[in-house]
């Protein structure tokens, strides 16, 4: 096939897209225009290459991934292929001679918001370090038509909107509206013959939508298949010739329903209905679909074990162990236990998080009404569970207390299950999953996370990059321990220098930023202080909140004390239903706008919040720290990716010995890093007795912040604003912020002292990013193809 590269050059491609893609004259074109067609011309040359991995993948019947995630948290499309590439600077001046700007351009594409915090950001780096490894692998998901919502502030206080970002055309995907799959719900089941016979009362189409996710250069491209929900008619022609157009769309209304939104609100009946449904709906059509691809070239389906490995992201996709046994047995007539020892070793399961209220459950009563097969073979699995426990007094059962466990579900029906740092699946073992670890003391095994250093470092941080290109070539864009070959150079005062000059562009970057956004002047000289990621009682931003108050109370008191200034900045978003959370934002915008508006603390101290945080902000904030916030209660966070792409962009962590924080600390070394609080060990023992008014008793910094807070210091419009967040830290500080607190003060000030000794500071950042290498996405993607999917790479020693 002809190559689109060898007919035109990327400038001609665009000139062509504009005008035969998009139908626009240059003349006509607005920015959007230019960004579509900038899109196609760049998308054209991703194609043949797509073509040539999956040609390659058939050729050697190579095994295949398929990673099953709800989320898929991408952000912008465009820039990162260009820059992948290798066509940035071509672009830019294609488009600088047609008096358009290329930064404009691509910041003009809306972030695809199909997902919502760590768990989907994963799914998205394990996309890029797939293809950059050259693994053959499908990400299968949701094509949600409005994602996660859109966050706004009134008066401080959380507003959702729906996220519009299809509202555009989205041209980096091709529509298949032959690749269509029979999504059923609810109905009856009977036996015939010895088979059970399952007959839904509702049926959906699942149809899939393409995107190419190419590797670095392009050398491989793999494919982010999403599903959209579609009814089987359109519409009902009798209703709408009676003139009830309502009633006629009716069926296209709810079968769409389906992939409008990600986590829709589960506090209602229907509401948790729906999310099921969605489970159920991406599960099976990617299983539909990976089986048919398999059975193409392999006549037996016994083989698949040694020819596809099946990912669970959490447990959305948890219901694919009975969804696999159903087609295999009432499918393919498979017996049951046959049927089950080939899903199993089919399927592996990811966990990341250990939070009671995070594992999922559904109603039995609502299982076996969307999916009364289903939930037969849950129980029949649930058996199986009981016989592999043995004389065991397993206290795990997949249906309890008229519940089925998810997590319970999917360990049982999966090979290889993983945490996703050390402390994590420590904490796996000898909590939550202690009892089937027992009975299964093979199958969890570690896979700390990872970033891609591609759009976290090369992509976000372009004058880092140049440095490191010049001092240790570019071989580190995909071999990232390469870094610790700057390690030595934190002792060059002049290497120090070049790197806190890039530091100090990254933060004005972010200071115009600001500006531009908020209508906030902020100095480039403060340090910058950054706690980004969802909004969560166990993240504890009331902690980094309640410190801000301390420590304008403390400036206050004493102006000229010589303080470092900082400029602390919040972003995330709290769940909808969260109302503790959207609590907390309301109360951190308000000590913002007191705190920036009193004149005796000025430059000292000044507090920002932009809403609506996304990857696309989180790619200017992260390049322009100085200090990471990772401060949750000991035990809860999972692992924590931002942790990691600060640590890698030269920002030092103030952080608790939780989640990736350990193995950050191990990496970066005790003095390059400032650790505080309570281990998780040490949280557990407190709890017996716990009180946190005995902590804010003996802590008069804490104690003088509640007070000012419970008399409207920072609400005085309405005094009483914030006692619901006080009333709920008094009676129930389960992630111990009172307990904490004192530390976290402590290892504050040590950081101002730290941030003061500038060349001290320097050397810190730039021992960050040097041993920052560990935490690449490829070597974590490598664990999982070598521990858990058993496939290899296609790319050779390329890899
Ligand atoms: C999140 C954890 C994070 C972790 C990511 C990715 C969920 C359920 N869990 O600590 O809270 O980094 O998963 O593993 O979103």
């Not at 074109?29 to 290459?49: E, F, G, K, M």
């Amino acid at each position: 096939m002809k190559d689109c590269t060898d007919m035109n050059t990327l400038a001609e491609a665009i000139d062509f897209h504009l005008a035969y893609t998009v139908g626009k004259t240059a003349d006509a074109a607005s920015v959007t225009d230019w960004r579509l067609a900038l899109s196609r011309a760049v998308r054209d040359r991703l194609i043949l290459p797509w073509f040539e991995a999956t040609r390659r993948t058939y050729a050697q019947n190579n095994k295949r991934v398929y990673y099953l995630s709800i989320e898929y948290l991408l952000g912008r499309i465009l820039e990162d292929a260009t820059r992948n590439l290798g066509l940035e600077d071509e672009a830019r001046e294609a488009l600088a001679a047609r008096g358009i700007d290329f930064a404009e351009v691509v910041h003009d594409e809306p972030d695809a918001a199909l997902g919502n915090g760590g768990l989907g950001r994963l799914a998205a780096c394990f996309l890029d370090s797939l293809s950059c490894l050259g693994i053959p692998a499908y990400g299968y998901g949701i094509r949600y038509a409005h994602g996660l919502f859109r966050q706004s502030f009134d008066q401080g206080r959380q507003v959702e909107m729906a996220e519009e970002w299809l509202r555009h055309q989205h041209n980096w995907e091709f529509e298949r509206a032959e690749c269509v799959y029979d999504i059923g719900f609810g109905g009856d089941v009977r036996e015939q013959g010895g088979r059970a016979v399952w007959t839904p009362g509702e049926v959906v189409d699942a149809q899939a939508y393409d995107t190419p996710v190419p590797g670095w250069r392009a050398r491989w491209v793999n494919t982010l298949r999403l599903w959209s929900a579609k009814p089987k008619r359109a519409f009902d022609l009798e209703p709408f010739n009676r003139g009830e157009y309502m009633q006629a769309a009716a069926p296209e209304v709810f079968a769409e329903s389906i992939s409008r939104v990600l986590y829709p609100d589960d506090s209602t009946e229907t509401g948790r209905t729906l999310r099921l449904k969605q489970e159920y709906f991406f599960t099976s059509a990617s299983l539909q679909d990976l089986l048919r691809r398999f059975l193409a070239h392999n006549p037996d389906p016994r083989a698949l074990p040694a020819q596809v490995a099946i990912q669970m992201n959490d447990t959305h996709p948890a219901i694919a162990g009975p969804e696999l046994v159903r087609l295999l047995t009432d499918g393919h007539g498979i017996a049951f236990d046959e049927a089950f020892d080939i899903a199993r070793a089919t399927l592996n399961y990811t966990n990341h998080t250990l939070l009671p209220e995070a594992l999922e459950s559904w109603e039995t009563r609502l299982m076996a009404a969307v999916l009364p097969r289903h939930m037969q073979i849950i129980e029949r699995i649930d058996a199986r569970l009981r016989k592999d426990a043995g004389a065991r007094k397993a206290t795990s059962r997949i249906v309890e207390n008229g519940k089925v466990n998810m997590g319970t579900l999917a360990f049982t029906c999966a090979n290889r299950v993983n945490g996703v740092s050390a402390l994590h699946t420590d904490l796996m073992k000898r909590t939550v999953f202690a009892d089937l670890h027992g009975i299964y003391p093979d199958r969890i095994l570690n896979e700390t996370n990872g970033v891609t250093p591609r759009r976290w470092l090369h992509g976000c941080n372009p004058g880092l990059r140049r440095l490191l290109d010049e001092t240790i070539g570019e071989a580190w864009v995909c071999d990232l321990e390469r870094l610790a070959a700057i390690a030595p150079l934190a002792d060059d005062a002049a290497f120090r220098a070049r790197f806190m000059q890039v530091k100090a562009a990254n933060k004005r970057r972010l200071a115009d930023w600001v500006r531009a956004e908020l209508g906030v002047a902020i100095s480039p000289e403060a340090m910058f202080d950054i706690q980004i990621k969802r909004i969560h009682e166990y993240k504890r931003q009331l902690m980094n909140a309640l410190e801000t108050a301390a420590l304008a109370n403390a400036i206050r008191r004493d102006p000229e004390a010589g303080w470092t200034p900082r400029v602390k900045i919040f972003g995330g978003k709290a769940a909808p239903a969260y109302h503790d959370a959207k609590n907390i934002i309301r109360l951190i915008n308000d000590i913002a706008a007191t705190v920036n508006a009193d004149p005796v603390i000025g430059d000292r101290l000044k507090v920002l919040y932009p809403p609506n945080y996304n990857v696309s902000m989180a790619e200017i904030l992260i390049p322009a720290a100085d200090l990471s916030e990772q401060i949750s209660t000991a035990g809860k966070e999972a692992s924590g990716t931002g942790n990691m792409k600060f640590a890698l962009n030269g920002a030092v962590t103030i952080g608790t010995l939780d989640g990736a924080n350990v193995e950050i600390r191990d990496h970066v070394g005790d003095d390059n890093i400032y650790i505080f609080g309570m281990t998780a060990d040490e949280v557990e023992a407190a709890r017996a007795g716990y009180a946190a008014q005995d902590h804010i008793d003996r802590s008069p910094v804490l104690k003088e912040v509640i007070d000012q807070i419970r008399e409207g210091v920072y609400s005085p419009d309405e005094p009483t604003r914030h006692w619901p967040v006080l009333e709920k830290l008094l009676r129930d500080d389960y992630f111990m912020v009172a307990a904490d607190f004192d530390a976290y003060w402590a290892a504050q000030r040590r950081v101002d002292q730290g941030f003061a000794d500038r060349d001290g500071w320097a050397r810190k950042a730039v021992l960050n990013t040097a041993h920052s290498g560990w935490f690449s996405s490829d070597r974590t993607i490598r664990g999982y193809a070598r521990d858990i999917w058993q496939v290899r790479s296609l790319l050779g020693d390329r890899a």
